[in-house]
């Protein structure tokens, strides 16, 4: 079927793209040092949990402030800021992708 293979070559496309490539990289990086790995998986479980809690509606002020202190810290660190920042351009472009897709067939979801 056409839309398999174009889901195939999208996802080939992202693949090579400078963005998933970077992003690549700096997880590799990351992945060579192992405290800062263990720091930015213990912010990222942090941000998990205090996004989870404000799905909910609660709000602990002490997790944000948590989540906060722990960025701060990070980004102090080039290896750290560049997964971060590589990060955040990998996810722009897996969301417009998804908003593309998305919006393609919008009339069957309303």
């Known amino acids: 079927m056409q839309v398999y293979d174009t889901a195939n070559r999208l996802a080939k496309?992202?693949?090579?793209?400078e963005e998933y490539n970077n992003f690549k990289v700096a997880k590799q990086t990351i992945g060579l040092n192992a405290e800062?790995?263990?720091k930015i998986e213990e912010f990222e479980k942090a941000r998990y949990e205090a996004q989870l809690?404000?799905?909910q509606g609660k709000n602990d002020d002490e997790k944000i402030k948590n989540v906060q202190n722990l960025y701060t810290e990070l980004i102090q660190n080039q290896d750290a800021s560049k997964y971060f920042?590589?990060?955040?351009k990998f996810n722009v472009v897996i969301a417009d992708v998804n908003k593309i897709i998305g919006d393609?067939?919008?009339d069957l979801i309303k």
């Not at 496309?13 to 793209?17: A, G, T, V, W």
């Open 104 to 106: 393609s067939f919008r």
């Open 53 to 55: 809690l404000t799905m």
């Open 85 to 88: 920042e590589a990060e955040m």
């Open 13 to 17: 496309e992202i693949r090579e793209s």
């Open 36 to 38: 800062l790995k263990n």
